[in-house]
């Protein structure tokens, strides 16, 4: 080892092993066969986050560069950006429900893990949407008509009317909402149409009054943690991926709706 070379003397020893090996048509196979399509969308750093160590030393109007920018419309405050949606399959192995220290970090309960063939790639910061509604953990609570009101009348990009407030997810139907008064409303007097708005249409709370609803929607998870990688000698057996719910994983204070968010789900993609 005095010349910098490293030695390849040693071997796997005398046991030949069982002879066995990784049947990758088979893995496909149960892929294929026993997995949900997802969409799978790339996920990267949005230009608002300037990292470029040197671009500290740039001032424009007497602000360093590198300085993160407030409000981004471009990721709408959650620092990423999604590009090249497309359907891929993969095995949702489970839902956890307990906390669990990995290797990455912390497994919450409602973390998914998805598997996911050879042929796919997901990398850390991906978006991943089921296309099978499911609620929406404990509900989100929303104050009516914040959208439309206060300072966020002077936004040209809130795309909100005043019957309408901002979802976490693409809702498909009510489980329960009710008010901070105890006032209980059902469908009718409000409605889901698979985007991200809950529109009003009859009775609803009073403008600026917090109410709480639970709702089935299309989820979105973040892959937060670096997907685990599986090999075998030399080869790639596919990742292990730990998912989170978007809201859990990026909590995102920006009022602007993405492009979209208005639209109903099954409108953008096919097979829901």
């Known amino acids: 080892m005095g010349n910098g070379k490293i030695t390849t003397s040693g071997q796997r020893g005398q046991n030949v092993g069982l002879g066995i090996d990784w049947s990758f048509s088979n893995q496909r196979g ?156 059902t469908e009718g007097s409000f409605e889901l149409d698979g985007s991200k708005i809950i529109r009003w249409l009859g009775d609803s709370p009073a403008r600026g009054k917090r109410y709480t609803i639970k709702y089935d929607a299309y989820l979105e998870w973040v892959a937060w943690d670096p997907p685990a990688i599986r090999r075998d000698r030399l080869r790639d057996l596919g990742q292990r991926v730990v998912l989170r719910k978007a809201h859990v994983a990026l909590v995102n204070d920006n009022p602007t709706l993405r492009t979209g968010d208005n639209v109903p789900f099954c409108a953008r993609i096919t097979g829901c």
């Open 30 to 185: 149960l892929i294929n066969d026993r997995g949900e399509d997802v969409i799978h969308e790339t996920g990267l750093r949005c230009t608002c986050n300037l990292e470029d160590t040197h671009a500290g030393q740039i001032e424009q109007t007497h602000v360093p560069r590198r300085r993160t920018i407030i409000g981004c419309e471009n990721c709408t405050g959650d620092g990423y950006i999604y590009r090249n949606p497309r359907k891929i399959v993969g095995i949702v192995t489970g839902i956890r429900e307990s906390v669990n220290r990995q290797e990455g970090g912390w497994e919450q309960p409602g973390d998914c893990v998805l598997s996911v063939h050879p042929d796919y790639q997901v990398a850390e910061g991906d978006r991943i949407t089921f296309l099978w509604s499911q609620p929406v953990g404990e509900g989100q609570v929303i104050l009516r008509g914040a959208g439309t009101m206060s300072d966020n009348l002077t936004r040209s990009n809130i795309n909100l009317e005043l019957n309408e407030d901002r979802l976490w997810y693409n809702a498909v139907s009510s489980i329960w909402c009710e008010d901070e008064d105890g006032v209980i409303y």
